[in-house]
């Protein structure tokens, strides 16, 4: 009887070890689940663009690209002709790029700018202080405490999608001139190019970057609302242009497109 009691004994310890095995690798299967369903470019995403932007194309090959300045890339992306749909920022120890085209995939973009800037590590002044602490106090420092601590990032990415050739084509501000003796900023006239689409009527006229448009026909051109109805009135017209580059007037004729 012994004998068969140990044996059961035995058996069922056995059961157990395999049983409590099983559920840890349950437990950590589940935790590779769910962070492999953690993307931090669709977590920290932002859309741009309220008029809910994607490709033209039905299934777009969309493409991935690593920037390197973001205010100068920007700018080129809108020459080439798309426009931003939206952004994700966040910072971390690691990001695979790959996340970002899978969201980006996901939100049908035709392109993906990512960057990677350092951002911190355990820096040597807070080690310092912790030295000093323990100095003032008479204790004693963790090895572990004045390890390097994991290297941080920060990640950028930028959605792009490619429009149709646009009727003019060029992408513009208002400019606000603050003074210091006045409570208001005041409006400075016409509107400050940022970006000529490339092969757009506009680009066809000779408008550059920094140009300030005037006028458009006989509407004057005080808001980007202004330049929106202007450029819908003359759709395939001829049409003249007045901007100014630097302290020049200039003037010149457009030929608009037609939307298709």
Known sequence: MPAISAKNSYGNLAKMMLFSLASLGLVMFAHQLYAADQNPYEQNYKSQNMNDLKSLQTKPETKIFVGNHKDDDNITMLEDGYDLMGTSGFSSTEASSDLALQHAKSIK???????QKYESAQASSSKLQLIKEAANKGGEIDPKDLEDGPTQYL???????????PL????????KQSSADEDTPKELPGLKVIAV????PASSMGLVRGDTLLK????????????????K??????????????????????QLNVRK
């Not at 689409?197 to 757009?200: G, L, Q, R, T, V």
């Not at 458009?216 to 450029?231: E, N, P, Q, R, T």
């Not at 007045?242 to 010149?252: A, L, S, T, V, Y």
Request: hydrophobic content about 50%; aromatic content about 12%; glycine content about 6%.
């Open 109 to 115: 973009a035709d392109l993906v700018m990512v960057y």
């Open 155 to 165: 990640y950028h990415a930028s959605y792009w999608a490619k429009l149709p050739m």
């Open 168 to 175: 003019f084509g060029v992408h513009v501000i208002k400019l």
């Open 197 to 200: 689409i490339k092969s757009s």
């Open 216 to 231: 458009l026909g006989d509407v004057s051109l005080k808001s980007a609302d202004d330049l929106f109805l202007a450029v």
């Open 233 to 254: 009135r003359y759709a395939g017209q001829k049409v003249q242009v007045e901007f100014q580059r630097g302290d020049i007037d200039m003037k010149n004729i457009a």
